[in-house]
């Protein structure tokens, strides 16, 4: 059994009133992080290789920063600079940037006649695998400031809004990210690898919920024992309240009882990244990549651009693991497959992240030579676009006759000193798709 995972790809929006793009899946994970217990298993051997890859800058410059003093923001000084120039060493690995820069520095309070400082790092995720590695590399640099005596720094983490969040359902609004685990092939085993995640995502910290969507066929009763195993509604915001088994939320038709559902068109969700689970033999490989190019056109992965593969054992354990209501990285935690799930949900928190600052960093507005900025995800690459040009290429509902193709949006419409209110990622429906802003005529010299 294989379990490939894909990122997603951006689009952006200067403004547009449509949903992001979206899919049905047969199992998708929600993972949030508001109100998380970390974990208390030991995964310090897990962590070893990867601890590695934080990086410590061997010299760097002063620069002007601002950080969170109390509950204001304060430029610093000279005790301050120390202190962040120290810090500005630590690089975290998946955004290429140092710590100060992602903005982890939090509440930092000094006493330099005391030779105290104190400070709070606050991560995009408690399950950062990393986390044990900032906070100690952190004491590390700040103990070596000359005029330093004691270090006090605590670990907190404030999950990032979903990119669409006032384009969902209120109950997906406090949403981090949203992965499809998906096969487009029957019995290859991705029921059995979503749970698994799931409850590995849990146990490094996350808060996480299953969704289900297999009408004909929900396998989540079977492989979980929740003590309540029929889900209710909530009448007066007229939503579902979840089934829960070791912490994990549970959504499946089969938790649904002996009526009826009814589905009133497609689910929109906005996709983070997939899961796509295979077996080596070429039939379901063949049904498989079916599935990727579907993915592909939704935005999820680029054209069989996979970056990573995880090869699990098919053995019995693991299968009956299924059939006992008790996943197997819950009944085996310090087993091989445990391990490799481990290195899945830590590959899965990193991109995940990887994706967010990648889409909120890749489009921007420079004020100072009134320029749409674009930046190529995973490469040096970056180009301007004038804000008019990007306007008149517009290809919405807004400008085009979705029926007839007709250009409603003229070009004399559009002024040439046009300015963007505002650039945000937008899903599959926005204004200007990513693969439309490289193929726009681009500015020179700027």
């Known amino acids: ?87 500005s060493q630590i690089i975290d690995p998946d955004f290429g940037t140092d710590i100060v820069t992602c903005g982890f520095v939090k509440d930092l309070q000094i006493d330099k006649a005391l030779g105290e400082v104190s400070f709070r790092l606050e991560l995009t995720t408690p399950a950062c695998p990393i986390k044990d590695v900032f906070e100690q590399k952190a004491n590390e640099v700040v103990a070596a400031v000359p005029w330093v005596k004691n270090v006090n720094v605590t670990m907190s983490a404030q999950p990032a809004k979903p990119l669409y969040a006032e384009q969902l359902p209120v109950g997906l609004q406090t949403i981090s990210n949203i992965i499809a685990v998906s096969s ?21 910290g996350a808060r996480v919920g299953i969704f289900d969507a297999d009408v004909y066929g929900p396998s989540l009763p079977t492989m979980v024992s929740p ?54 033999q070429k039939l379901s490989f063949i049904d498989v990549a079916k599935g990727v190019r579907m993915f592909s056109k939704l935005k999820v992965v680029q054209q069989f651009g996979i970056p990573h593969l995880f090869d699990l054992p098919i053995r019995p354990t693991l299968s009956a693991s299924g059939d006992s209501g008790m996943p197997e990285v819950v009944a085996d935690p310090q087993g091989e497959v ?58 919405s509902a807004q400008s085009v006759d979705e029926w007839t193709g007709e250009q409603k949006l003229q070009y004399a419409d559009v002024p040439e000193d046009i300015e963007p209110e505002e650039i945000r990622p937008m899903g599959n429906y926005a204004i200007a798709p990513y693969e439309q802003l490289q193929t726009i005529e681009r500015l020179v010299g700027v």
């Not at 749970?195 to 146990?203: F, G």
């Not at 906005?270 to 295979?278: D, E, G, N, R, Y």
């Not at 600052?357 to 900025?373: G, H, L, N, P």
Request: charged content about 20%; glycine content about 4%; overall charge positive.
């Open 227 to 280: 003590e309540n195993r029929l889900l209710e509604m909530n009448p007066e915001k007229k939503t579902i309240i979840p089934t829960e088994y070791m912490g994990v939320k549970l959504v499946s038709f089969g938790f649904a009882g002996q009526g009826r559902a009814i589905m009133r068109g497609p689910m929109i969700v906005p996709l983070t990244a997939a899961v796509i689970v295979t077996t080596p």
């Open 184 to 204: 487009c092939k029957g019995g290859v085993g991705k029921s059995t690898v979503a749970v698994n995640l799931a409850y590995t995502l849990a146990d490094m």
């Open 338 to 395: 445990s391990k490799i799930f481990q290195n899945l949900g830590v590959c899965v928190v990193q991109q995940c992240a990887k994706i967010r600052q990648q889409v909120s960093t890749a489009v921007t507005y420079d004020k100072s030579v009134k320029a749409i900025k674009v930046k190529v995800p995973d490469s040096d690459e970056e180009f301007f676009l004038h804000p008019a040009t990007v306007r008149r290429n517009d290809r």
């Open 1 to 87: 059994m294989q379990a490939v995972h894909a990122s997603s790809s951006p689009h952006f929006s200067i403004h547009s009133s449509k949903p992001p793009h979206s899919t049905t899946t047969s199992c998708s994970l929600f993972t949030s992080s508001l109100n998380v217990k970390s974990s208390q298993r030991d995964q310090s051997s897990l962590w070893s290789s990867y601890n590695k890859r934080v990086i410590l800058k061997s010299s760097f410059s002063a620069k002007a920063a601002s950080v969170e003093v109390g509950n204001s923001q304060v430029s610093t000084g000279t005790a301050e600079d120390d202190v962040l120039k120290a810090l």
